[in-house]
């Protein structure tokens, strides 16, 4: 045929009659090429066999597509392995590609079976795991088929009894491989689905009972291994597992109690401080933020659980003037301030000598905002009962300044504070 000849006879082809349209009403879309070449082939003249008998106008697999458009031409092959694109919407794709091994799904799946058998006894639990996995999704892809009616044929029972067979050794052998990598969750879903195809598969109930004691699910262990010992009473591996079974159970047991009992005493402790505090009188108060405090806390001493022990406090002394600052973790209520600053003075950091034992006061915040002066001697149970300061967030606070500085620092707290009260 000439090329010139091409466009004519193609335009022919692809004319379609069609009611005569109101001059009114706008012309149909033109259809797209794929759709018109379809349309044209179905159309031409009728094929005739070598012999001159008349053939096939169409193969029915074509005809299928007649006046489809181009998307859904296309989104009929993406349904077909040879012209997949979309891989997400084919689940099935691994089973079809294990099919294009020689055999029936039955044969194919076996055949997965013993080669994972091989990488198993090999240690190769990885290897082995994906090999049971092809085995388990053609047989899958098989059961689909015939729910949906696509197998041709009447059903063979005994193909189907040794396809279930097979799904279930699978099934089985890809728990162990699941068990052996550490994945208890997957070993216990495959043994499960095995259970569903055979509730007397022991080896089921050995694999889960083993992953779920690793996950620490003591009972649900239990009830796997007491399953598959009813039916089968001398299995040692499922009498291995029992025992394993009541030591992990008696080491959680003793963990839970003394978790109990640390928990109980916590709470005894803190109902005992706090009627402590209550019977001095020491006011305490708690903020939003408190400040991190690691193992330093208000504790009874020596015996926390006993309310006649002396309360210690952490302590933070303050040094405002060089914004500096040391702190006691441990400051018993029967100290005076003047027991810590006789160690801890002199400061280092202080070049000139300003702080000395007998050369600094002390104060604290009352819960009014003012000040209230501690002399050295004084103990901090005095000082806390006198019910014009309060503890806040567990921590005792005390300034800490030369003599000389002092006074004018004491008149710079004032003015702050009453204008804080005047802002509020």
């Known amino acids: 045929m000439k090329i010139e000849e091409l466009s004519d006879d193609f335009a022919d082809t692809v004319k379609v009659s069609e009611p005569q349209q109101n001059a009114s009403q ?86 997965f079976k013993e080669r994972g058998n091989e990488s198993f006894k090999e240690k190769g639990w990885r290897d ?33 009894k040794k396809e279930v067979g097979v799904l279930e050794a699978c099934l089985v052998n890809r728990a162990a491989c699941h068990l052996e990598l550490g994945n208890y969750r997957s070993c216990v879903q495959d043994c499960g689905s095995a259970l569903r195809i055979n509730s007397k598969n022991v080896k089921a109930y050995y694999r889960s009972a083993k992953a779920l004691l690793k996950l620490d699910k003591i009972l649900e262990a239990d009830d796997s291994c007491a399953r598959g010992l009813a039916i089968d009473p001398e299995n040692k591996a499922l009498q291995v597992v029992a025992k394993e079974i009541i030591k992990r159970n008696e080491q959680v047991e003793k963990r839970r109690k003394m978790e109990l009992e640390r928990e109980n005493r916590r709470r005894l402790e803190e109902v005992t401080l706090r009627a402590a505090l209550k019977a001095r009188g ?85 819960v009014t905002g003012g000040l209230i002066k501690v002399g050295r001697k004084v103990s901090l149970l005095k000082v806390l009962t006198s019910g014009n300061v309060e503890v806040v967030d567990g921590v005792v606070k005390i300034f800490v300044l030369p003599k000389a500085s002092s006074e004018a620092w004491v008149q710079e707290f004032k003015r702050k504070k009453a204008g804080e009260k005047v802002g509020s």
């Not at 996995?133 to 059961?143: C, F, N, P, S």
């Not at 015996?303 to 022990?309: A, G, K, R, V």
């Open 26 to 111: 706008p012309p149909p879309p033109p259809a797209d090429l794929l759709t018109q070449a379809m349309n044209a082939f179905a159309s031409s003249s009728p094929i005739t066999n070598p012999d001159g008998s008349p053939g096939p106008n169409l193969p029915p697999a074509m005809e299928a597509m007649r006046n489809k458009s181009a998307d859904e031409i296309l989104a009929d092959l993406n349904k077909s392995p040879l012209f997949m694109t979309n891989l997400e919407e084919n689940d099935d794709l691994e089973a079809l590609k294990a099919l294009a091994y020689e055999g029936s799904p039955l044969e194919v799946a076996s055949g």
């Open 128 to 160: 082995a795991k994906e090999f049971y996995g092809k085995g388990i999704q053609v047989l899958l892809l098989e059961v689909r088929k015939r729910q949906k009616g696509e197998v041709e044929g009447e059903e063979d029972k005994e193909e189907t």
């Open 282 to 366: 020491i006011k305490t108060r708690s903020t939003p933020q408190p400040p991190e405090m690691e193992d330093a806390r208000i504790s009874l001493v020596p015996n926390p659980t006993d309310p006649q022990s002396s309360v210690s406090f952490p302590t933070v002394l303050l040094y405002p003037l060089n914004l500096e600052s040391d702190f006691i973790k441990s400051f018993n209520e029967t100290q005076s301030v003047g027991d810590h600053l006789s160690y801890i003075l002199p400061l280092p950091w202080d070049s000139v000598g300003a702080y000395t034992v007998n050369g600094v006061e002390c104060y604290m915040e009352t």
